[in-house]
């Protein structure tokens, strides 16, 4: 029945993580700056309705949003939610499904590097220039990092998925 | 020419791709980068591949899909969907067809916290169903109304997909939301009618339940006002212009973490979920629109979107014989390509073709953002029954279906509407926001 391959050092079955099965600390990871953004905007609103009103809050906001959803990016792939048409996928089985499995996942190992190297290419680019935001001078280049890593460990998820078995 | 060629071949290898199951961000993303690798040189290729991560990731508005999407998972965790049929089925219950007018007012209602057409009909097929398969309506009705109801979430404001298409189509979120505000109700309407229908043509589908009294109604009004101001809030907000749709976003996100406090339905665990709940989601959906920007490029750079548009501006169709056909072909490609995926294929090709007949690119948004919600209850695709068969496999898949066949009816119906009179969709905006 089982036809999951083994890991050589533990004897324990390789395979993809249960769906939506994300650590908690990755859930921190996005979701502070996700509660974060929520707050901003919230006071920001209250501000200005109250004569308070708070410079730079938009720059404060992107970058929130961009640890959040590079960070959600990844936890979309873990938990093996990216959207798909399933009407090929539902209808094949055994070495059909096994193909198309893996060269679903080529793909998007492909995509994901293609951005990383993009990311990193311009990062790469920018290393002198000291970019930051202009009100709260908020440094880009750490966020340029993030995004790369988020990108290149979904690039490793979708490589990983080609070699172990289980349901697409 | 050889460009026009290759956006023919990307396109072709897109439709394929996508048949194939590999992840629609995916398909979108390859085609557009090999494309442009094709049509640019490898180097300006990957350079923009950078730039669309970097400026997707930190665009303002992205902050819109995921503060709503956590208000509608914190709403559902302070029980907003059982309160919302209970009150509207304590109303009209009594009423012959009652309970399935409960469930469309449920699922609209729903609808305006709730931005996924799949999540409201799951969520209200797990409330409203088994209630009126106890009460002894008719199990093709029953299942068929609340299939036809979720399609309601992506409709009424705040929704997933015209947020989705206000970034990749650069235009207003608030604009569309408020666009979406008449059609939507509309809808409600025109699904009221078909209820009307039914339960008078054949009574024996959907018997009236017992009356409630003054006291048990007005105690289930009252425990759905909270989030029902917080919904009106939001909603009028963006529609007023008092607030940015990220800002009203934020306001909805605090609200549903007071109303879930104020439930004692807040802790750890709710929210954790929640989060992880809204994180996975909103992943999905920025890897769709990382995709579907690059895709966009590449056709806007291979010309093919003009070729098809002075070809659409030269037949002598006219506009509306012209989004007839567009139409039709929607509904074709919604047979193959799930809701998300047509979206996402439609607007950089059939954009160009809007711009050039004179429409406007809102009311566009709301003509396929419709088209799309026709996919979700017709076979093949269908997901919304596949979701309702998930919650009651009893229920065959032809008996959702012929259950849902007078709501699609209408569906078609209100699309030509929306073809014949854009105004359902350009009056609010125009007034509220000029």
Redesign the interface.
């Known amino acids: 029945m089982n036809d999951r391959p083994v890991s050589r050092q533990s004897n324990k079955p390789l395979s993809d993580p249960p769906r939506n099965t994300v650590p908690a600390w990755m859930v921190v990871v996005g979701g502070v700056p996700l509660l974060l953004v929520m707050l901003i905007e919230f006071i920001t609103v209250v501000g200005r309705n109250t004569g308070f009103i708070i410079l730079g809050s938009i720059e404060l906001v992107q970058a929130a949003i961009l640890l959040s959803s590079a960070s959600a990016i990844v936890m979309a792939t873990l938990s093996r939610s990216h959207a798909k048409v399933r009407i090929l996928l539902n209808r094949s089985s055994g070495k059909t499904a096994q193909f198309l499995k893996v060269f679903n996942a080529l793909g998007g190992m492909l995509f994901f590097l293609a951005l990383t190297i993009g990311g990193v290419w311009i990062a790469l680019d920018m290393w002198d220039a000291q970019e930051h935001s202009e009100l709260l001078r908020v440094p880009y280049l750490p966020l340029r990092v993030f995004a790369a890593v988020c990108t290149l460990t979904t690039a490793g998820l979708y490589l990983r998925r080609m070699f172990v078995r289980g349901p697409d | 020419m050889p460009e026009l060629s290759s956006g023919i071949i990307g396109t072709t290898v897109l439709f394929v791709?996508?048949?194939?199951?590999?992840?629609?961000?995916?398909?979108l993303?390859?085609v557009g980068?090999v494309g442009l690798v094709f049509v640019l040189g490898f180097e300006p290729a990957?350079?923009?591949?950078?730039?669309?991560?970097?400026e997707t990731?930190?665009?303002?508005e992205?902050?819109t899909l995921?503060?709503f999407l956590?208000m509608a998972h914190l709403c559902s965790s302070a029980n907003a969907s059982r309160d919302f049929f209970d009150a509207a089925a304590r109303v009209v219950g009594h009423k012959r067809g009652g309970l399935a007018f409960a469930s469309v007012g449920g699922c609209a209602a729903f609808g305006a916290v709730n931005g996924s057409s799949l999540a409201t009909a799951a969520t209200m097929g797990l409330v409203a169903l088994p209630e009126m398969r106890k009460r002894g309506y008719s199990d093709s009705f029953a299942a068929g109304c609340v299939a036809a109801g979720g399609t309601l979430g992506q409709m009424i404001p705040p929704s997933g997909a015209l947020i989705v298409f206000g970034i990749i189509a650069e235009q207003s979120i608030g604009k569309l939301f408020t666009a979406a505000l008449i059609p939507g109700l509309s809808q409600v309407f025109l699904y009221f009618v078909v209820i009307w229908l039914v339960a008078t043509l054949r009574p024996a589908m959907a018997p009236p339940s017992e009356r409630s009294g003054w006291g048990q109604r007005m105690k289930a009004l009252l425990r759905i006002l909270d989030v029902l101001l917080l919904v009106l809030l939001v909603i009028s907000g963006i529609a007023l212009g008092w607030?940015t749709p990220?800002?009203a976003?934020?306001?909805g996100?605090?609200g549903a973490l007071l109303i879930c406090a104020r439930r004692k339905r807040l802790n750890l665990k709710t929210l954790?979920a929640a989060?992880?709940e809204?994180?996975?989601?909103?992943?999905?959906i920025?890897?769709?629109i990382?995709?579907s920007i690059l895709f966009s490029v590449f056709i806007s750079v291979t010309g093919l979107a003009e070729v098809m548009a002075s070809m659409a501006t030269d037949s002598s169709l006219g506009p509306v014989a012209t989004m007839m056909v567009v139409a039709v072909i929607l509904l074709l490609l919604g047979s193959?390509?799930?809701g998300?995926?047509l979206m996402l294929l439609a607007t950089p090709i059939l954009l160009p073709i809007i711009s050039n007949l004179g429409l406007s690119p809102i009311w566009f948004g709301i003509f396929l953002v419709r088209a799309m919600e026709i996919g979700f209850i017709h076979p093949?695709?269908g997901l919304n029954l596949y979701v309702i068969q998930g919650i009651a496999p009893d229920i065959s898949l032809s008996r959702i279906f012929k259950g849902v066949v007078p709501f699609l009816m209408s569906d078609i119906f209100h699309l030509v509407l929306l073809i014949l009179f854009p105004i359902m969709a350009l009056w609010l905006p125009e007034v509220m926001q000029p």
């Open positions: 791709l996508l048949l194939a199951g590999m992840p629609i961000a995916v398909s993303g390859l980068l990957l350079i923009k591949a950078g730039v669309v991560l970097i990731l930190t665009r303002y992205l902050g995921p503060l956590l607030v990220t800002e976003a934020s306001i996100a605090v954790r989060l992880q809204t994180l996975v989601t909103s992943g999905l920025y890897a769709v990382i995709g193959v390509l799930d998300l995926a093949p695709m």
